[in-house]
């Protein structure tokens, strides 16, 4: 399963073509627009979320609610597009005297993208490197996420920390939380106490013009163990994971179930003992290594931890220079959210959805789901006692 996308910040759409997706796999358009309605929720999204009320239109691949194993063509309209057809004219010449962005923000891909691709205006740039693009990812990822539905794996996220504000957890709590403990918050945080100190260092933040980033978790259970390969360094799903998450503008640190605190143990205190019964099969007494070893799951939870850097847009912008005077500068005041880190964390999600869908798809086959789950009941069955 593979997904790309087109669209800028204020063009007309996004759109997300997802293509090998099986044949048979029903989906959840509701459950599709829900997470749509995630990413653009949590305290602290900027102006631009009252304008947009992002919907899947679904232009091909489905039918009568099942996928048809052709690509799915996805598109997330842009309310705001009305506002900038002058601006984002896609033929004509540019109007006479209209701003440039030259006042590049540190933090932000303007100058590096502006130099890159020798443009005068870095709104060439800043276009395709904003965030709203990834709309079009949680779009294409509702489809991987169905596709593990359907399988029995659940993937979820919950925000740990914004700025200093955190709650007190570690990873190995990760899989405590319900689903109703962390939406029901404005921060996606399933600590109430933690949350109201999340969103009054937002609104602080919000006040001194300052931006603000944090931690976050992603948690999926009801995985099978040896999906990835140790074989090769592409296919570990360990970097699969990481270059998922790093995909996602602003996505700064990942650490895998203990993350760095194993770094600070020995060894007999970071490893998880095997166990095994005629029930359950293989399986680990603890889960220190977050679901993961020699680059394949081992069927305990995946615990994500993931750092978000601020966003670069501050309304007390940072220095910068004019790229025409090359005089020192403020940088321009876009405008912005002052924290996306619950918005992220259901970005992540839906990137590691795909890198999942894709690993069960290589393992059992990708014709249609009926095959599919044919295939993982006998492996399942085979792994319980490893008998031949
Ligand atoms: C973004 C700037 C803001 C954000 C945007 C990311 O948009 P605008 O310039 O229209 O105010 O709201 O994120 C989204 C639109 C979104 O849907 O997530 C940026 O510069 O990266």
């Not at 074989?231 to 990942?254: E, V």
Request: proline residues 5%; contains cysteine.
């Amino acid at each position: 399963m593979r997904y790309v996308t087109a669209g800028e910040s204020h063009g007309p759409a996004l759109t997300a073509i997802v293509s090998e997706v099986p044949a048979g796999l029903p989906i959840s358009i509701e459950q599709i627009n829900a997470d749509l309605k995630r990413r653009q929720s949590g305290y602290g999204r900027g102006g631009r979320q009252k304008i947009e009320s992002d919907q899947v239109v679904v232009q091909s691949g489905i039918r009568f609610g099942k996928t048809l194993g052709t690509p799915i063509c996805l598109q997330v309209v842009n309310r705001d597009w009305a506002h900038w057809t002058r601006i984002m004219a896609q033929f004509g010449d540019r109007p006479e005297g209209m701003r440039r962005e030259v006042w590049p923000r540190p933090g932000h891909a303007d100058l590096v993208g502006a130099l890159k691709n020798n443009t005068d205006d870095c709104r060439d740039i800043l276009e395709r490197a904003s965030a709203r693009e990834t709309a079009a990812r949680v779009a294409a990822g509702g489809i991987a996420k169905d596709f593990l539905a359907a399988l029995g794996v659940d993937v979820r996220s919950y925000v740990v920390r914004i700025g200093s504000a955190a709650m007190d957890d570690d990873p190995s709590q990760a899989t405590a939380y319900t689903t109703g403990q962390i939406e029901t918050s404005e921060v996606r945080c399933p600590d109430p106490e933690a949350s109201d100190c999340m969103k009054k260092m937002i609104d602080v933040a919000k006040v001194q013009g300052e931006s603000l980033g944090g931690v976050y978790r992603i948690v999926v259970t009801g995985l099978i163990p040896g999906l990835g390969d140790f074989d090769a360094g592409p296919h570990r799903l360990t970097s699969q994971l990481a270059a998922a998450i790093f995909s996602i503008p602003a996505q700064k640190g990942l650490e895998f179930g203990l993350g760095f605190e194993a770094t600070r143990r020995p060894g007999s205190q970071v490893h998880d003992p095997i166990i095994q019964s005629p029930e359950t099969g293989f399986s680990r007494a603890s889960n220190n290594a977050g679901g993961l070893e020699g680059g394949m799951t081992t069927g305990m939870p995946l615990i994500l931890t993931v750092g978000m850097k601020p966003i670069p847009t501050l309304r007390t912008p940072l220095n910068t220079v004019n790229m025409d005077t090359m005089e020192v500068v403020k940088a321009s005041k876009e405008r912005s959210d002052v924290c996306a880190v619950p918005a992220a964390a259901v970005v992540a999600e839906a990137e590691v959805a795909m890198v999942l869908a894709n690993a069960y798809l290589q393992k059992f086959g990708c014709d249609n789901m009926d095959d599919i789950k044919a295939n993982l009941r006998n492996y399942l069955d085979r792994i319980k006692t490893l008998s031949k």
